[in-house]
């Protein structure tokens, strides 16, 4: 199992740039894929972003591309999500997830991953 604490949440204006950390800590997750996703109110849980731990290589929900990027510090076990050019529809509790499955590919469905952080609350307001 891989404990996963995210950071880094909070409220800012439609424009502006916040960046989520997500520290993980357990077993090795150098063959993992790590996920961020989120959820809006009485909406259900969207990919947003992940990466490959081993080879770096990274995927996108359409709706953040160009404006998100998610990028691991391998020193410090931490992933992070840059977020710029925030949207009110940006709003949402951000969720770090671990797929545990050795050298897996990069999956956008809840459902793929096994560990899951507590949430971050992003608010942005127009």
């Known amino acids: 199992q891989v404990q996963l604490v995210e950071s880094g949440g909070g409220l800012v204006q439609a424009g502006g740039s916040l960046r989520l950390s997500c520290a993980a800590s357990?077993?090795?997750?150098?063959?993992?894929?790590m996920g961020w996703f989120r959820q809006a109110p009485g909406k259900e849980r969207e990919f947003v972003a992940a990466i490959r731990w081993s080879i770096g290589s990274t995927g996108y929900a359409d709706s953040v591309k160009d404006r998100f990027t998610i990028s691991r510090d391998s020193a410090k076990n931490t992933v992070y999500l840059q977020m710029n050019i925030l949207k009110p529809e940006d709003t949402a509790v951000y969720y770090c997830a671990a797929d545990r499955a050795p050298f897996s590919s990069i999956k956008r469905v809840a459902g793929a991953y096994d560990d899951w952080g507590q949430g971050t609350q992003v608010t942005v307001s127009s």
């Open positions: 357990g077993r090795t997750f150098s063959t993992y894929v």
